[in-house]
């Protein structure tokens, strides 16, 4: 049996074992972007770094393309741990509140939903439940983030999908709900500060690449 102080020594080790990894993997990201100069890796680290610290299954960073006739938001960088051979980059969604993200690169504002499949009726936005379908997946955990320039105006998104109970778990349609959990306020604070790091490092990239 486990008394209190030794129940308490472990739940400090866990703590403090946390503590450590999130103090790595913002080291590994602030190295990255002093030494790296492609906007796909830093865009894929900061990806991979926020999924590790959060346990996310899924993720993507998008852009907004201004360049046609109507704005849409184009995939930058995608990852999944449960389907890794899969990749969403090329693929464009319309600049409407209609969807997740298209909601929070109109509005700036963030939004972190425990399940979204049950998004209220009356929310501008929701969630196609057809494409969880087309790719064999299900989404039920998500955040978005805005990416701002210094005049407020965003021109980016990070989507986070499916925080899971593990690391290792491996997520197909049937086990998501149970296997999963909603993002903590405390993960919200941590991912605003990965966007702002990836937010000045795309502003940086498109000073020196102004046609990319």
Known sequence: MIDQNESGFRT?????SDGIKLIDNLLAIGNALSTKSDLQDILNLILLKAREITYSDAGSFYLIDQRSPQPIICFEVSQNSSQPERSLV???????KETLVGYVAITGEVLNIPNVYEISEDAPYH?????DEDISYRACSVVVLPMKNVNGNVFGVMQLINRKLSPDIV???????EMTQPYSIWEEKILR????????????????????
């Open 12 to 16: 400090e080790k866990i703590i403090e």
């Open 90 to 96: 090329d693929f464009a969604l319309p600049m409407t």
């Open 127 to 131: 969630h196609h439940q057809t494409f």
């Open 171 to 177: 997520l197909t349609p049937d086990n998501a709900l």
């Open 193 to 212: 500060s990965l966007v702002s790091q990836a937010t000045l490092f795309v502003e940086h990239y498109r000073l020196l690449n102004p046609e990319a």
